[in-house]
């Protein structure tokens, strides 16, 4: 498993704003192979700023880099400058390769 996240820091003033432009965009993810789940979290409010962190799963990261070359990626992001003012300096990427798994299946 490979986890790819982005967090954000948004000003409260623009948080419907940045909520809304996710929660409409067309991501395209579940067409790629490899792809297991995103999630958009909203973390807490400090000083009149949000933590947001965007996160997807991937079989691997060998998946997830097939993903950023892809055209699906290319349309996902076409707008991403002109929304750039929503939140403060760039995302910070990080990604993280999964060296233990236990689900609610799991016995041990």
Do not use: C
Request: glycine residues 6%; proline residues 2%.
């Amino acid at each position: 498993m490979y986890l790819a996240m982005n967090r954000f820091t948004v000003l409260t003033d623009n948080a419907a704003a940045f909520e809304e432009l996710w929660l409409s965009r067309e991501s395209r993810l579940q067409d790629m192979d490899g792809f297991v789940s995103f999630h958009m979290l909203k973390g807490p409010e400090a000083e009149g700023r949000i933590l947001y962190a965007s996160h997807t799963v991937w079989q691997s990261e060998a998946h997830f880099r097939a993903w950023t070359t892809s055209a699906a990626f290319r349309q996902a992001h076409s707008g991403a400058g002109q929304t750039r003012q929503l939140y403060e300096g760039a995302p910070t990427f990080e990604g993280f390769e999964s060296i233990q798994e236990i689900d609610a299946l799991s016995s041990t």
